[in-house]
């Protein structure tokens, strides 16, 4: 069974070479496999409705190394989040924190009409 399209994934589409399935029973394998090493990639259509993309070995290669790049790159950025976020928690862990707290909370608070932002990443 076909899943609905996402508009996003239709104009990707739109770029891919387009053969129906009926090519396959036309043409054979080896006829489809021409078409896709050609481009590397080909939409398969039912009546006009994209059913499947046939990738080469290249194009498949090429995606997942870019999704293992991908996650990579985000399992990276979440070890520098934690050892910032590990960063600022220490000073929690400091032998005087909690009388340094108290003494912060402690205290009134005047900004004298300013306001304090706290640091960004």
Known sequence: MATAIQPASEELFARLQRKPISDVKREGWRGVMNAVDATGKVLMTNH??????????????LLTELAARVQRDDQSKLEQLTRAFDEELAVLKQPDA????RLAFSLPLDLHGEVIAGQSF
């Open 48 to 61: 006009e409705r994209p059913e499947a993309v046939i990738l080469s070995l290249r194009e498949y290669s």
């Open 98 to 101: 909690g009388d340094r707290l």
